[in-house]
């Protein structure tokens, strides 16, 4: 069956930088594109952007430009996302979706909480 | 910056029929926005529910439905269920990026 599995849950200084990991299965992850949403705490979803697993290709939300970067590993079907400069107002679960070309969003991981204080 | 507008919270009956919107600052929703909605329960990931407008995955339940409504993407819930008690997201598409709205709190009561 398709999973998509996170990495643990993070602490992080201000300043500091996150890599959070997630590990695809059951599926050929190079078809699929991979995107990055993260929800403060009681906020809404917030789109980071898109990583097409099969050329690497990116998209990055306006909102994160300069400061995240999405990364794929084929070899072992896991794709990164690494937010640097982190804030107090970063502080939220991250969650990794699937998507394939223009159709479904239908798979999520489970999240990943990230927690930024001094 | 596009914003994505939903209705805040509604309150359904158990057993009623209930329309969740999604509204673009852009102006009408179209097909071509692909709008997509999620289910989400507190602690728990978001569930996708419905893709490209009017498309079901194979495990959501039939009483849900999208649509496009008055330039509008649509939610419909018909025979509310207790478990349907949650927040509920579309999320659209603007040429590559694609933009949440901002959620709508459903209630059976």
């Known amino acids: 069956q398709v999973q998509l599995v996170q990495s643990g849950a993070e602490v992080k200084k201000p300043g500091a930088s996150v890599k959070v990991s997630c590990k695809a299965s059951?599926?050929?992850?190079?078809?699929?594109?991979i995107h990055w949403v993260r929800q403060a705490p009681g906020q809404r979803l917030e789109w980071m952007g898109w990583?097409?697993?099969?050329?690497?290709?990116?998209k990055y939300s306006q909102n994160f430009q300069g400061r995240v970067t999405f990364t794929g590993d084929t070899s072992a079907s896991t794709a990164y996302m690494e937010l640097s400069s982190l804030r107090s107002e970063d502080t939220a679960v991250y969650y990794c979706?699937?998507?394939?070309?223009?159709?479904?969003?239908?798979?999520w991981g489970q999240g990943t909480l990230v927690t930024v204080s001094s | 910056q596009t914003v994505v507008t939903q209705e805040p919270s509604l309150t359904v009956s158990p057993g009623g029929t209930v329309t969740l919107t999604c509204a673009s600052s852009t102006g009408a929703v179209t097909s071509g926005y692909y709008p997509n909605w999620f289910q989400q329960k507190p602690g728990q990931a978001p569930r996708a529910l419905i893709y490209s407008t009017t498309n079901k995955h194979s495990w959501t339940p039939a009483r849900f439905s999208g649509s496009l409504l008055g330039g509008k993407a649509a939610l419909t819930l018909s025979g509310a269920q207790p478990e349907d008690e949650a927040e509920y997201y579309c999320l659209v598409n603007y040429v590559g990026a694609w933009v949440f709205g901002g959620g709508t709190k459903l209630t059976v009561l």
């Open positions: 990583i097409t697993a099969g050329n690497g290709n990116t």
């Open positions: 979706a699937r998507q394939y070309s223009y159709g479904p969003w239908d798979y």
């Open positions: 059951g599926y050929t992850f190079t078809t699929y594109t």
